[in-house]
């Protein structure tokens, strides 16, 4: 059992705007008690005009490092003493490890993503990514890291901006290619993965879907990032359609598993997390 809170107790926070709705601290301090490591996890709503100053104090009162949520994750790399690989790749960070005062920048949604496709065995596949925008780029990262990608085409509202990206993970050596998003029937067709990086179906508007149900279909794996709903309308029509889903709540899981590990150097439980995880999301749904 985690012992009481006391002045030896250490501290972990989720910083974003807003935060209310994170279930990090439910399987982040399920794995804390597990491991029975003194510590707990908390969230802190932070102003994207006060992130600076949230930063600079977390650095000088002993936090043992923080994760990062929207819409800071890019703009708190300039406040990063140093930078994993990850998050150069990424060019965004999402968890920080304090290391005696000196901030050190990660992305673990790249390993995220790729450990949630690694259960679904999918290989030598063909890639529509919905959105260009940062989670975009750490799925592409994520999938880079899976190997025998055959193909990768982000399809977004802004063209130009798909374009962008685009290129840049094309230098990495990753074959991707921009597509509008009126072409997203003909794109879907020739793809095996779909992954759906946008908002869209995010509560409360959990009955809305980026995709037409009629474009899913069986031998396909969809994974969608929103996971509030856990279960959202791309996922249940992809369902109903024979394909392989994949939740982003296992996405969210997986990275913060990663997080945990760089932050105590300790394996967590990770079946422990997923089941609170999913619990804790079940409950919310049903309240």
Same mark, same amino acid.
Not at 42 to 64: D, F, H, N, W, Y
Not at 105 to 112: E, I, L, P, S, V
Not at 173 to 202: F, H, Q, Y
Not at 243 to 267: D, H, K, N, P
């Given at each position: 059992?985690?012992?009481?809170?006391?002045?030896?107790?250490?501290?972990?926070?989720?910083?974003?705007?807003?935060?209310?709705?994170?279930?990090?601290?439910?399987?982040?301090?399920?794995?804390?008690?597990?491991?029975?490591?003194?510590?707990?996890?908390?969230?802190?709503?932070?102003?994207?005009?006060?992130?600076? &100053?949230?930063?600079?104090?977390?650095?000088? &009162?002993?936090?043992?490092?923080?994760?990062?949520?929207?819409?800071?994750?890019?703009?708190?790399?300039?406040?990063?003493?140093?930078?994993?690989?990850?998050?150069?790749?990424?060019?965004?960070?999402?968890?920080?490890?304090?290391?005696?005062?000196?901030?050190?920048?990660?992305?673990?949604?790249?390993?995220?993503?790729?450990?949630?496709?690694?259960?679904?065995?999918?290989?030598?596949?063909?890639?529509?990514?919905?959105?260009?925008?940062?989670?975009?780029?750490?799925?592409? &990262?994520?999938?880079?890291?899976?190997?025998?990608?055959?193909?990768?085409?982000?399809?977004?509202?802004? =063209?130009?901006?798909?374009?962008?990206?685009?290129?840049?993970?094309?230098?990495?050596?990753?074959?991707?290619?921009?597509?509008?998003?009126?072409?997203?029937?003909?794109?879907?067709?020739?793809?095996?993965?779909?992954?759906?990086?946008?908002?869209?179906?995010? =509560?409360?508007?959990?009955?809305?879907?980026?995709?037409?149900?009629?474009?899913?279909?069986?031998?396909?794996?969809?994974?969608?990032?929103? =996971? =509030?709903?856990?279960?959202?309308?791309?996922?249940?029509?992809?369902?109903?359609?024979?394909?392989?889903?994949?939740?982003?709540?296992?996405?969210?899981?997986?990275?913060?598993?990663?997080?945990?590990?760089?932050?105590?150097?300790?394996?967590?439980?990770?079946?422990?997390?997923?089941?609170?995880?999913?619990?804790?999301?079940?409950?919310?749904?049903?309240?």
């Amino acid at each position: 059992m985690q012992p009481e809170i006391s002045a030896r107790t250490r501290f972990l926070l989720l910083i974003g705007d807003p935060v209310e709705h994170s279930l990090s601290p439910v399987f982040q301090n399920a794995a804390l008690r597990k491991e029975g490591i003194d510590a707990i996890y908390l969230t802190a709503r932070v102003k994207p005009e006060r992130l600076g &100053i949230a930063v600079r104090g977390l650095s000088s &009162i002993g936090c043992v490092g923080f994760n990062v949520t929207m819409p800071h994750k890019v703009r708190i790399v300039e406040f990063m003493d140093e930078l994993d690989e990850s998050a150069m790749a990424a060019g965004a960070v999402n968890t920080v490890k304090n290391v005696e005062g000196r901030l050190v920048g990660y992305n673990t949604d790249c390993k995220g993503v790729s450990e949630a496709l690694a259960r679904s065995d999918i290989r030598d596949f063909r890639a529509a990514v919905l959105g260009a925008g940062g989670a975009a780029r750490a799925t592409c &990262i994520g999938l880079e890291s899976l190997g025998h990608v055959q193909s990768i085409v982000l399809i977004n509202r802004t =063209y130009e901006t798909a374009v962008e990206l685009a290129a840049l993970l094309s230098k990495r050596g990753l074959p991707v290619k921009a597509a509008r998003w009126d072409e997203m029937r003909s794109v879907l067709k020739e793809s095996d993965l779909l992954i759906n990086t946008t908002s869209r179906g995010m =509560y409360p508007d959990v009955e809305d879907s980026p995709v037409p149900k009629e474009c899913l279909r069986p031998g396909m794996v969809v994974l969608d990032l929103v =996971y =509030y709903p856990w279960r959202t309308k791309l996922l249940r029509d992809a369902e109903s359609a024979g394909s392989t889903t994949v939740t982003g709540l296992e996405v969210l899981v997986y990275q913060g598993a990663e997080s945990f590990r760089i932050w105590f150097g300790r394996e967590p439980d990770v079946e422990l997390m997923m089941s609170v995880a999913i619990e804790a999301a079940r409950l919310r749904e049903t309240a």
